[in-house]
């Protein structure tokens, strides 16, 4: 009797915790949907917050424009953008070493690896250091300097046709998630402003000479957080 009756008891716990359990899914899953409809009106406000002035720049981005620059032949149009990474030195991001090498400032006796970039003229539209903060240093309207000997698609010298965007970051270990959430929001302002059908790493357009942004850049990652953007001729996905 003792054994039914605590028998019984027991079934009803076991069914008041099963209901239990139950409604704290459903909490758990309304909660989950609220996280991601807030999330996602975070991003849109994230990602609609850039534009480009008439003369190419960016005005709620730092600006540090870079005498390494030329005109982009005429009638061209921006169809490519170039993802890349830099750290100077290889994997520190405590100093402003990048921003002094666009310029051509960078003491050279700083470190001995910069030893052989003495006399280099480089440039990039964008950085994007590791707390996500934007630099930019050319103009998008003008031909930056980070592409170097390039070929896409049967085309040569990228410079011309691309933006390219640089991550403060190496071959070495992943990016910063703030370093994701602006480069979404600046490709997503480029893709709106620029006829670009084509996204490449500079591994892919420069082989062998180049191996940025590297294996720890997470395409997939990059891809999704775009959006509907079409992919014409996807070739790293
Ligand atoms: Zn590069």
Request: hydrophobic residues 35%; negative net charge.
């Amino acid at each position: 009797m003792l054994t039914r009756i605590n028998h019984s008891s027991l079934s009803e716990t076991q069914t008041e915790r099963e209901s239990l359990e139950a409604s704290k899914v459903v909490t758990k899953a309304a909660i989950q949907e609220l996280s991601q409809e807030l999330s996602q009106e975070i991003h849109q406000e994230q990602t609609s917050n850039y534009v480009l002035d008439a003369q190419g720049w960016c005005p709620q981005v730092q600006q540090l424009p870079s005498p390494n620059f030329g005109p982009r032949p005429v009638g061209m149009s921006v169809s490519l953008l170039v993802i890349h990474n830099i750290s100077l030195p290889v994997g520190q991001y405590a100093h402003n070493y990048i921003a002094d090498l666009f310029l051509n400032r960078l003491d050279c006796s700083a470190d001995e690896s910069f030893a052989d970039l003495k006399g280099l003229q480089v440039s990039s539209h964008f950085l994007i250091r590791r707390t996500g903060q934007i630099q930019q240093f050319v103009s998008v309207f003008e031909r930056a300097w980070h592409a170097g000997v390039s070929h896409f698609q049967g085309r040569d010298g990228c410079n011309d046709f691309s933006i390219g965007i640089e991550l403060e970051g190496s071959d070495n270990g992943p990016f910063e998630d703030a370093q994701y959430t602006s480069l979404v929001t600046l490709s997503q302002t480029l893709l709106r402003h620029f006829p670009i059908a084509h996204i490449a790493g500079h591994e892919e357009i420069a082989p062998g000479r180049k191996t940025d942004p590297g294996p720890y850049f997470d395409w997939l990652r990059y891809q999704k957080a775009l959006g509907p953007w079409h992919w014409e001729a996807p070739t790293l996905f």
